[in-house]
């Protein structure tokens, strides 16, 4: 288990010593005696709190409005309310965070995020691939409000993109990196510890250039961004931490000083997640470790089976680096604590032999998202990321046979005999045309 007893946490309720982390996702900030003894917190479904007076009243007003001094409390449920702050609260434990920022969705966290700190004129540096949301979001939307988003390759010397920037006279105005490691969909991954010094470079006595990560592949359990330089960590809780497919959500993790105006931003844009969805987090949480540490077992065993078929040109698994990969084993072996469960590979043939693979399966359902306890397939080509240019598809490597695997908790034979009816189905199209 990756880093569950480093935690330089304060001691659990009651004073009991510092539990690891699968322990205290059952007890961490919530004492039954304060709910009729119920062992799960209570699930709050109310838009409004009733205040005792209306002194009260105007003082959590106060406090909501960050007057210093005034004691807060719960008002109305768009604010804040108390399934929320216990699932921040332990969802923060995963990073290290001084604080955390549960959405409605990843992309609410990362839109959120990005315009609580992106004012016109201001310019974003990020890399790809990314989510083909967050690709829209940045490449399109961004622009339309006057916010330069420049791109950079993970392989470019800093040397070089500080140059393009000096040519364009924007060296002046990065407010933040942005980066997805390892990238969807291809487990591309970047060096956070080359972005900081980027981002040092960059920053100014009055202006510290942000670095944010997207963490949904392989976070909260096998990569921790904030202890390579990150100064703010990005879910879509919807994956892994959520884990059921069964709920839409999205975080943000880092120091309460990063987290302050994106969680004011979070209040009028309306975007925190509900007590339903908070609550549903609470429960996923409990078995976190347990299904990620599973799911990647399993995936070691299927993508071992994918790198022996003679199907198969390339898969893409971060378990497969090795010394002679270069900067990418460098930063595996830097940055990341396991290889998760996620696998792509390009399979022999075009986007009909995949389309053929994908409609054979049987037990992996057809269906984007990802992390979830089932096993998906999906073709990023014409689904998750069919927004992205043709252009972009093709020098990121999103080529038409690339497919996508997430590896849930089925037993890992049952997911390579459906495998096989994919590979059957394609290998028998070929004898037929012949
Ligand atoms: C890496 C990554 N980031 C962000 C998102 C967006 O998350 P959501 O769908 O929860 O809004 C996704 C969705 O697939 C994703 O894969």
């Known amino acids: 288990m990756a880093r569950a007893s480093s935690s330089p946490l304060p001691p659990d309720r009651k004073g009991s010593p510092k539990r690891h982390l699968e322990s205290r996702m059952m007890s961490h900030g919530y004492d039954p005696e304060t709910a ?43 604010l804040g309310h108390p399934g929320l702050e216990l699932a921040e609260e332990r969802l923060r434990l995963w990073d290290d965070a001084e604080a955390c920022a549960i959405f409605h969705s990843g992309m609410s966290a990362i839109s959120t995020s990005l315009l609580a700190y992106l004012k016109p004129g201001d310019v974003l540096l990020f890399n790809g691939p990314l989510y083909g949301g967050t690709d829209h979001f940045i490449r399109h ?3 339309e409000l006057g916010i330069h988003a420049l791109e950079f390759a993970s392989d470019e010397p800093e040397s070089a993109i500080r140059l393009r920037l000096r040519r364009t006279g924007l060296q002046n105005r990065v407010k933040m990196i942005f980066v997805e490691t390892p990238a969807n969909p291809t487990n591309e991954l970047t060096d956070l510890a080359a972005c900081r010094a980027l981002a040092d470079k ?8 942000l670095l944010a990560v997207d963490n949904t592949f392989l976070g909260p359990l096998w990569q921790h961004p904030l202890q390579h330089g990150a100064d703010l960590v990005l879910y879509s809780a919807t994956k892994y931490i959520g884990g059921h ?29 509900d007590a339903w969805v908070s609550w549903l987090l609470l429960r996923s949480m409990e078995t976190l470790s347990v299904r990620m540490t599973r799911q990647a077992e399993s995936a070691a065993v299927v993508a071992e089976y994918l790198r022996q078929h003679e199907d198969v040109v390339q898969v893409r698994y971060l378990g497969f680096l090795e010394p002679a990969d270069g900067p990418a084993y460098t930063t595996y072996s830097n940055q990341c604590e396991g290889p998760g469960a996620m696998i792509s590979f390009y399979l022999q043939g075009a986007e009909e032999d995949a389309f053929r693979f994908l409609n054979a399966l049987d037990l992996i359902r057809l269906a984007v998202s ?17 927004g992205v240019s043709p252009e972009d598809r093709e020098r990121l490597g999103i080529h038409s046979n690339l497919i996508r695997l997430s590896i849930g908790l089925e037993h890992p034979q049952d997911l390579i005999a459906d495998l096989e009816l994919g590979f059957a189905a394609v290998r028998q199209q070929l004898v037929t045309a012949r």
């Open 245 to 273: 497919s069964d709920l839409i959500a999205g975080a943000a993790s880092g120091s309460a000083a990063v987290l302050q105006p994106i969680k004011t931003l979070r209040v009028y844009l309306g975007t925190a997640a």
């Open 141 to 143: 939307y961004l622009p």
């Open 370 to 386: 990802l992390g979830g306890t089932e096993s998906l397939a999906e073709h990023p080509a014409t689904m998750t990321h069919s």
């Open 36 to 78: 009729s003894g119920a062992i799960k917190a209570p699930l709050y479904a109310t838009s409004t709190f009733a205040f005792p007076n209306a002194e009260t009243g105007k003082m959590r007003f106060a406090a909501a409005h960050g007057v210093a001094g005034a004691e807060p409390g719960a008002v109305y449920s768009r």
């Open 202 to 209: 960059l920053s100014r006595p009055d202006q510290r250039v």
